[in-house]
């Protein structure tokens, strides 16, 4: 069921990915954050504390009112007031955006919290998290522990455990033996989407199911991603604690904040085999998670090859493929097309099957390649060359193979 | 709470040219735009470096790949890092909503002369019949505008009057060898009310204080480097030197109302301004949204001019084999005028192909991609892209202000309109066969109404629509306010109008600089 979702934080790590799989899957949304959208989304300027415009919860073209707020704006000022936790913004400015959705009729309210959330949690972060699922508790209102999650654009804490884990052969660790729970992005986007529109309430936990060590998860990182073997060395925690100040105040190094160090040094095993069952998610571990981007990237390097050749004529510079395919990440368009075997061995068939609009699938594809082919030198060569009296040669050399597949391209279109 | 003497809503075009004359006479003045101040464009120096830079595509799809994004049909010049950098998130920001029209909206110091093409057309004393001023109103203050901003063309007798013969020059840009071809040989086509000649467009061609000539680097749909295409936002530093100018950036003015014989501003955000006069110059859609909102008109049409346009393409076959050149600019090369009976006519603006992306080109072609790429490459040298406007009256588009304080415009495009357009590209390319040029079939195309980004005439001056103005702007109901962008035009001929509405914002502020504020 089509459903009109208000997003807060939608330009950050998980908020991006989610609103690109809720269009794609054919809901409306609304966003509620700082900068104007620059994807052309429905938003409304707003930050954390600031009352919630009215118009924001209304229906818009046809679309009717908000039906699921999913909340995932946090403010990371880690000043703790005197609760022990960051500043009332977190807690009043998300009890302001619930009420002010219920008032305009909204039922459901997804909350996005952390495996880390309790009332005597190590960190600022976990302890605000806490405090703000219990502000927020009532009927219609589910919050979501998360677990660590990975996987998608290198932003984040994904970022930086990335970074971390290709950063040296041997690296210094705290707690590599803590078990920790990882979740794909996508996994956690697809249980919240189902959240907003499930009748769960309390909390629910979005995290792998077995908990491994938080060694293992770096270390499965540094092989999949860079093909290397890691070696940690155990570290106690107030040496670590002493390190990362050390690092923050290198501008050279990755910078960890304590909090970080903390979050992971409280971290408490979560059940949560029971409410992925509930919500038909099933997540994976993660060294399969990783392998299925691996295995998807592979699939769209492939895709790439033969579009690139198909239009280049030529074989495509890795740089070109490489950029292809973030371009197909960054649009959260992560599936690669199912071409027929025959345009592995001889792209320029594809000509008799190229569609005559742009239309989703092939078409976008290769719309896609076309506009990377032309912003590149090897592109650009190619270009050069199609002018002039050789261009003409040419042209008029394929003008017959183009005309003969004009018939069979429109078959195409029509089937 | 602030007060001033003056508030000028809209950094824009008209805003800007408001502001000179106000600033010269003393006033305070708060110049306002919604706009977070836009950061210029860092990149190659030319179309060539470019072309050779192997990270030529961050510059042209944006480093966030932003210009992959747009699978809709929208217009190539609009898909570029910066148009969408001033367009994307501009309609929500302003209160504007759209359905079935083709809108751009755009935010920020200069407005949408951060991403215009530059044409500079004055109007006619045939054009203003009904307006409550005549030609002579205008014209020194057409000159004082072209003066400050900077104007390059030629004083072409074929287009004498249309385009603005009285105007301080520059000497004009090269035009680029197709469309150059059809100038040489414009005596072939002086029969049949078809009249063709150099364009005029708001760039520099010698070097001005902060701002440099024309190279023709190629690189004006992504943002030039030289700062020769006049940008509004380019005049503010030279506004803020004045001590009675505050600039106010990132100011969102949601309201207007009167207060104590002036007007009280709500910014969002909370804040209040006050200002004994208001000169509105948001640009058409925003100002009407306040106005409209100042007079509590809510659920009723507002009756919106737009141009109708249609593109097509040329060929000059003489220069089939010609490969281009890197040295060229994608504004407008060439504009024709093309007589449509009883005092109507048609305009329209030649434009070389060296600078256009080519992919988008592609796209429109029936080929295969590879195909259609290699083709549109190959005709760049001698492709001459076409657009052709109508008068206002045959546009059926409209605005309304909706219950919770938003704007929805609407529209469509006249069966009457689309005939009307095919009917002229025939006689156009009739007209450009002895010249030269050959229609490339299949390309010509209508665009979606407000395509053409020409918005005017909600508030006209001097007429008797309902929240007509008077030749100043301003009505007896909102006393102290004056309108002075698109939305006070009377009507809207096919002529580029941002030349004309500057002029008249200029016209405006210097009686209002005269006249003095006390009332």
Not at chain 1, 85 to 114: D, K, M, P, Q, T
Not at chain 1, 141 to 147: C, E, L, M, Q, Y
Request: net charge positive; charged share 20%.
């Amino acid at each position: 069921m089509a459903e009109h979702l208000l997003v807060t934080g939608a330009s950050g790590y998980i908020g991006s990915r989610l609103v690109r799989r809720a269009l794609a899957a054919g809901h409306a949304i609304t966003v509620l954050g700082r900068a104007p959208d620059v994807r052309g989304l429905r938003s409304f300027p707003w930050r954390l504390g600031e009352p919630v415009p009215d118009a924001a919860s209304a229906g818009f073209g046809g679309i009717g009112p908000v039906t699921a707020v999913i909340h995932l704006a946090h403010d990371f000022d880690t000043r703790s007031d005197a609760q022990g936790h960051s500043g009332g913004l977190n807690i009043e400015g998300s009890v302001a955006i619930a009420r002010a959705c219920r008032e305009a009729g909204c039922r459901r309210f997804v909350f996005a919290s952390s495996q880390s959330a309790a009332e005597d949690a190590l960190n600022v972060y976990g302890r605000t998290k806490y405090a703000v699922e219990m502000a927020l508790a009532g009927p219609g209102t589910v919050s979501a522990r998360i677990g660590l999650v990975y996987g998608g654009e290198a932003r984040g804490q994904y970022g930086l455990l990335r970074r971390l884990s290709l950063l040296a052969p041997v690296l210094p660790m705290l707690d590599p033996w803590r078990h920790v729970q990882p979740i794909h992005v996508d996994e956690v986007v697809d249980g919240l989407l189902r959240l907003a529109s499930s009748d769960h309430e309390g909390w629910v936990g979005l995290a792998g199911p077995s908990p491994v060590p938080f060694g293992d998860v770096l270390r499965s990182l540094a092989r999949q991603l860079g093909g290397r073997r890691l070696r940690l060395l155990p570290v106690s925690s107030r040496l670590a604690l002493m390190a990362c100040n050390l690092m923050a105040s290198l501008p050279i190094l990755p910078s960890v904040s304590c909090e970080k160090i903390l979050g992971l040094a409280g971290t408490r095993p979560m059940d949560t085999a029971g409410h992925l069952e509930s919500l038909g998610l099933s997540v994976l571990p993660i060294v399969d998670g990783l392998r299925r981007e691996s295995a998807h990237r592979r699939a769209l390097v492939a895709e790439g090859r033969v579009l690139g050749r198909y239009i280049l004529g030529a074989p495509p510079p890795a740089v070109l493929l490489r950029r292809y395919v973030r371009s197909l990440t960054v649009a959260a368009e992560q599936d690669a097309l199912a071409l027929p075997w025959l345009a592995g061995l001889a792209p320029s068939a594809l000509r008799f099957v190229d569609p005559l609009t742009v239309s989703p699938g092939l078409g976008r594809r290769v719309a896609v390649m076309c506009h990377l082919i032309e912003t590149s030198p090897a592109g650009q060569a190619m270009l050069q060359r199609s002018r002039g009296a050789r261009g003409l040669a040419m042209l008029l050399g394929s003008l017959v193979l183009e005309l003969f597949a004009a018939p069979f391209r429109l078959l195409a279109s029509r089937w | 709470m602030t007060s001033v003497d003056v508030a000028i809503v809209g950094a824009g075009p008209a805003g800007v040219s408001a502001a000179w004359p106000l600033a010269r006479a003393g006033f305070r003045i708060a110049l306002l735009d919604a706009g977070p101040e836009r950061p210029r464009v860092d990149g190659p120096m030319s179309l060539e470096e470019l072309n050779r830079d192997p990270d030529q595509w961050r510059h042209r799809l944006g480093g966030d790949l932003r210009g992959l994004g747009s699978a809709r049909q929208v217009s190539p010049k609009l898909a570029t890092p910066l148009a969408m950098a001033v367009t994307n998130g501009a309609s929500q920001a302003l209160g504007i909503i759209s359905e079935g029209v083709a809108l751009v909206v755009g935010r920020g110091a200069g407005g949408l002369s951060a991403i215009w093409g530059g044409g500079a057309v004055t109007m006619e004393a045939g054009d203003m019949t009904g307006w409550p001023i005549s030609l002579s109103d205008l014209r020194p203050h057409y000159e004082a505008v072209a003066a400050r901003i900077g104007i390059s063309g030629h004083a072409d007798e074929a287009l004498a009057g249309f385009a603005g013969a009285s105007l301080p020059l520059d000497f004009p840009l090269p035009p680029c060898p197709p469309v150059a071809h059809l100038l040489a040989n414009a005596a072939q086509a002086r029969k049949g009310g078809f009249a063709i000649g150099r364009a005029l467009n708001a760039v520099i061609t010698r070097d001005r204080p902060g701002r440099a000539a024309c190279t023709r680097c190629g690189l004006c749909l992504w943002g030039c480097p030289r700062k020769s295409i006049y940008d509004a936002g380019d005049e503010i530093p030279a506004l803020v030197e004045f001590p009675n100018l505050a600039w106010r950036p990132a100011t969102l003015v949601e309201a207007l109302r009167p207060a104590d014989g002036g007007w009280e501003l709500v910014v969002a955000g909370g804040e209040r301004l006050r200002a004994r006069r208001v000169v509105l110059a948001g640009g058409t859609l925003s100002s009407t949204r306040l106005v409209l909102a100042a007079y509590g008109a809510t659920g009723q049409r507002v009756r919106l001019q737009t141009n109708p346009v249609a593109a097509a393409a040329f060929v000059v076959p003489r220069l089939l084999l010609r490969k281009g050149d890197p040295n060229s600019f994608a504004l407008g090369q060439a504009g024709w005028r093309l007589d449509i009976g009883e005092g109507d006519y048609a305009t329209g603006v030649f434009y070389g192909a060296d600078a256009l992306p080519l992919s988008a080109m592609a796209e429109r072609m029936f080929f295969s991609r590879p195909f259609a790429l290699r083709t549109a490459s190959f005709l760049t040298g001698s492709l001459v892209v076409s657009n052709s406007y109508l008068d206002g009256r045959y546009s059926d588009t409209w605005i309304r202000l909706e219950d919770d304080g938003r704007l929805q415009v609407g529209g469509s495009l006249p069966e009457a309109a689309s005939a009307r357009l095919l009917e002229i590209n025939g006689r156009v390319a009739a007209a450009l066969r002895p010249m030269g040029g050959w229609y490339l079939p299949g390309s010509f195309a209508v665009a979606a109404p407000c395509a053409d980004v020409h918005y005017a005439s909600t508030m006209p001056m001097g007429g008797c629509a309902t929240f007509a103005t008077d030749a100043f702007g301003s009505s007896a109901s909102l006393p102290g306010l004056y309108v002075v962008d698109g939305s006070i035009l009377p009507s809207l001929p096919p002529k580029h109008l941002t030349l004309t509405v500057m002029a008249n914002a200029h016209r405006i502020a210097s009686a209002l600089a005269e006249e003095g504020l006390s009332t």
